[in-house]
């Protein structure tokens, strides 16, 4: 139903009967949080936060769009039975991963890691070159890694990978949130550190971004940019994918992740938080 601005006047409200009037008053609405509305019609709709926020900033109508779409190449809300690529590759999502209302940014639902991953199996147009690239999700942790926890892997070989993922208190020179091709890393930090140190608290919620843009990777938590350095490599082949793992058995990623969204060719302005979930189209 379209969201309108008008004052919520209709006299079919009058003769509308079985509505209960809630006493419990918040001071802060919650993004998973509705709010009920009447349409012209003088029907009665439900309506989320973000949803109404993002539709009185455009004047109604479609909530929002990506001009970027076409690059998207990974697109993952946790929302429904299974876990769905949104974007318009539409890869077939495997791993044993599950879904989770416990905790989620947007919608009602997010993907729980534990001991789990998920994996595109050889995405042969998922070729990501020299070209500019841009990850981002929500991600929440629910238990710090011994050394690494992985939150997305492109893998061909041990010389030829790009991976992105949190270090705890390691001593090779990567720790925090880091991308590695292989052969050597952009970090947060070079010296043996803590995620809790770095700023990592467990069950609490990050927007995270990991993006190249003219051969300069940067990286970002919750629009604060952490590191940045050279990685012009051509990460020239196909490979399988996985997300919140290394592989299927090592480097588990332990917690939640939410709008995980891998795109191709565009360099996003991270520098916002977003407000609501990434759109489809």
């Not at 994996?119 to 238990?143: H, K, Y």
């Not at 565009?266 to 759109?279: E, Y």
């Amino acid at each position: 139903m379209p969201l309108h601005k008008n004052p919520i006047i209709n006299t079919t409200v009058n003769n509308i009967t079985g509505v209960a009037i809630p006493t419990t008053i918040k001071t802060t609405a919650e993004n998973s949080d509705y709010f009920i509305g009447i349409d012209a019609n003088g029907e009665l709709y439900k309506i989320s936060k973000a949803n109404l926020l993002a539709g009185l900033s455009t004047g109604g109508g479609t909530v929002n769009s990506d001009v970027n779409f076409a690059n998207v190449y990974l697109l993952l809300h946790g929302e429904g039975s299974t876990v769905l690529d949104s974007s318009a590759k539409a890869y077939n999502i495997a791993g044993n991963a599950s879904l989770s209302s416990t905790w989620h940014q947007f919608g009602s639902q997010s993907i729980f890691f534990n001991n789990s991953y998920l994996s595109v199996a050889n995405p042969g147009d998922m070729v990501i070159g020299t070209q500019d690239f841009c990850l981002e999700a929500f991600i929440r942790l629910t238990a710090y890694p011994v050394d690494y926890a992985v939150i997305f892997n492109n893998f061909l070989s041990s010389s030829q990978r790009f991976v992105v993922y949190l270090a705890n208190n390691t001593t090779t020179g990567e720790n925090g949130l880091t991308v590695t091709n292989g052969v050597f890393n952009v970090t947060q930090s070079i010296s043996s550190a803590s995620l809790n140190s770095l700023g990592w608290n467990l069950n609490q919620t990050y927007y995270i971004a990991a993006k190249r843009i003219n051969g300069q990777v940067s990286l970002w938590r919750d629009g604060v940019q952490i590191a940045s350095g050279a990685m012009n490599t051509d990460f020239n082949y196909v490979a399988n994918t996985f997300i919140g793992a290394y592989s299927s058995n090592n480097y588990f990623f332990a917690g939640y992740m939410d709008e995980f969204r891998f795109s191709l060719g565009v360099s996003r302005n991270v520098s916002v938080i977003p407000s609501t979930a990434f759109p489809d189209n």
